[in-house]
């Protein structure tokens, strides 16, 4: 099964979010963190290169 870069750093953002639901780490830095991930991994398509359709690992 592949992958693309930005699913990835969805399922990071989500797993981030859960964390910091359950306080398992700081809640604040895990939120702002979770936050970048999903930004990122909707930027990506539109950057080119980078989130391309090709763009599986």
Same mark, same amino acid.
């Given at each position: +099964?592949?992958?693309?870069? $930005? $699913?990835?750093?969805? /399922?990071?953002?989500? !797993? !981030?979010?859960? !964390?910091? /639901?359950?306080?398992?780490? #700081? @809640?604040?830095?895990?939120?702002?963190?979770?936050?970048?991930?999903?930004?990122?991994? +909707?930027? #990506?398509?539109?950057?080119?290169? #980078?989130? @391309?359709?090709?763009?599986?690992?």
């Amino acid at each position: +099964m592949k992958f693309s870069v $930005s $699913s990835i750093l969805a /399922l990071v953002a989500l !797993l !981030l979010a859960l !964390l910091a /639901l359950l306080n398992v780490v #700081l @809640s604040g830095t895990a939120l702002c963190l979770a936050v970048i991930c999903l930004a990122v991994a +909707m930027l #990506l398509p539109n950057l080119g290169g #980078l989130g @391309s359709r090709n763009d599986k690992l």
